[in-house]
């Protein structure tokens, strides 16, 4: 499908048909990019179902008790309980032969952007192991794909060895909003480090290709803005967002030491403030926090004077990049994030202003949200805005959703997922 066909509108939630368009004004129909003969496009509407999806059926409520892909979980209100039938039916995928089809291991995959990453590599049709502790990550993000004969999901934690054969690896484990990772900050460094590590001795061991998910807080709290990749970043390696920043700064080191030493073939995102469906409501970062607040009619919180800024990443945008990236050539980091830069409290606006819309259209008269100011939490940074000149001239990649298209998918996962009673 071509991202220039006239789409249909997307029917998700109840009142929710609508056209996307990109910051281009064009219609976003399919995600994914065609690049190094790598073919990554997916129908945005087959994705949205498998986030939009509800996680069960009602018993009474005459649906039949089986949602479209077969899969059986029944509530039943009347003592509280809730029953599981195995899968019987799962999305069609792509039928890549043996030689095309990929070994992929896919670490922190039960994470959000580890959620989305499955999802696509699924449907691409390869063969997907994830490996995930369910420290911030839960099996509900990708059990629509257990059972699958393509997938597998593996409980362990990366800082102990693991050994798999594979042909790729995406080293996404590690939480990653400030109040999860700093709620046991030496897990976490030894997280980056440790669990680098064993990822990277599997990875040179089965020689797979290895990507890493790295950070814009290599950049600490910049002092050159927009950062380019060459900036070698402003971290305090004390500070309560060290464990994170220098964990992830170490293990862009162990990446490129192994690329040196042992010919390990690398791939480094840094990754800037992404955000979607499946985020953890709760994780405390900027995004769900504000539209989590502002669908409870509760007072927003901006943190400071509301003047640092951030650019905000949809996650569709974010997982094209990761995947040019890992078949792309380039083993030099690459910034993946939205150029478009706001400050926390005009995000604030944007969140309340969204939230308003979709609840009119639902027919839902809510009182407008208000502002509150809380203390600054230490060495949070300034200003954020990624430089994306290399992925535009190596991936041929450019943000496509805008962040009002995004915020308002979001707002419609959650209120989905509200609905349902499942937040
Ligand atoms: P997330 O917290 O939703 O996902 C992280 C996943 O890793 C979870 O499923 C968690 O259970 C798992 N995990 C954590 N520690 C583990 C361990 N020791 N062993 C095995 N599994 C472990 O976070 P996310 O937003 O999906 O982030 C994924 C990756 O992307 C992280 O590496 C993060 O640093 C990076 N990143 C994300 C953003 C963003 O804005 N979302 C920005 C920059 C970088
Ligand atoms: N490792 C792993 N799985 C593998 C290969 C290695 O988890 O398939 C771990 C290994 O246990 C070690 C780390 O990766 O802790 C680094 O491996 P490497 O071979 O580079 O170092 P060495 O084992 O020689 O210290
Ligand atoms: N922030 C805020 N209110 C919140 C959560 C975060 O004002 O409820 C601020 C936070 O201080 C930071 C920005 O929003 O300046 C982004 O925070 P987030 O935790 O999402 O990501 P990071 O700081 O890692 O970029």
């Known amino acids: ?209 290895f990507l890493i998910s790295s950070t814009s807080e290599v ?24 464990c994170y920043d220098e964990g992830k700064r170490v293990a862009e080191t162990l990446t490129y030491g192994y690329h040196r030493q042992d010919n390990v073939d690398v791939r480094v995102v840094r990754i800037f403030n992404t955000y979607g469906p499946r985020m953890n409501p709760y994780d405390g970062r900027v995004v769900s926090n504000f539209i989590i607040q502002a669908l409870k009619g509760e007072d927003l919180t901006v943190y400071g004077d509301g003047t640092q800024t951030r650019s905000f990443q949809f996650i569709h945008d974010l997982i094209d990049g990761m995947i040019a990236l890992m078949n792309s050539s380039e083993t030099r980091p690459v910034n993946i994030g939205n150029t478009d830069e706001f400050s926390i409290g005009e995000f604030a606006e944007i969140v309340s202003e969204v939230v308003a819309k979709v609840q009119k259209e639902d027919g839902i008269v809510a009182p407008k949200v208000k502002i509150v100011y809380k203390p600054l939490p230490g060495d949070d940074p300034q200003r954020r805005r990624p430089d994306t000149t290399r992925a535009k001239e190596v991936l041929d990649w450019q943000p496509r959703w805008n962040v009002r298209m995004g915020v308002e998918e979001m707002v419609r996962y959650y209120k989905a997922k509200m609905a349902q009673g499942a937040l």
């Open 219 to 242: 950049y600490g709290d910049p002092e050159v803005h927009p950062q380019p990749e060459d900036y070698w970043g402003h971290v305090n390696p004390i500070g309560i967002r060290a």
């Open 1 to 209: 499908m071509s991202a220039t066909t006239v789409p249909t509108p997307i029917n998700g939630t109840k009142n929710d048909s609508r056209v996307i368009l990109g910051k281009d004004g064009q219609p976003i129909v399919t995600v994914g990019l065609k690049r190094f003969g790598f073919d990554s496009e997916v129908p945005l509407e087959a994705l949205r179902e498998l986030y939009m999806r509800p996680q069960y059926v009602q018993a009474n409520s005459g649906s039949g008790a089986a949602d479209d892909t077969g899969a059986k979980a029944i509530y039943h209100p009347n003592d509280g309980t809730i029953s599981y039938t195995t899968l019987s039916r799962f999305p069609p995928v792509k039928f890549l032969p043996p030689s095309e089809r990929k070994r992929i291991l896919v670490t922190g995959g039960a994470g959000f952007v580890g959620s989305h990453l499955v999802d696509r590599l699924m449907m691409l049709g390869h063969e997907v192991t994830v490996l995930d502790n369910f420290f911030t990550g839960s099996r509900t993000t990708v059990n629509h794909w257990v059972g699958h004969p393509n997938f597998e999901m593996v409980r362990h934690d990366v800082v102990e060895p693991f050994m798999i054969e594979c042909d790729q690896i995406y080293h996404l484990a590690c939480p990653a909003s400030p109040p999860h990772y700093q709620y046991n900050a030496v897990k976490t460094i030894k997280t980056s480090f440790m669990g680098t590590l064993n990822m990277l001795g599997l990875a040179k061991r089965t020689k797979a290709r």
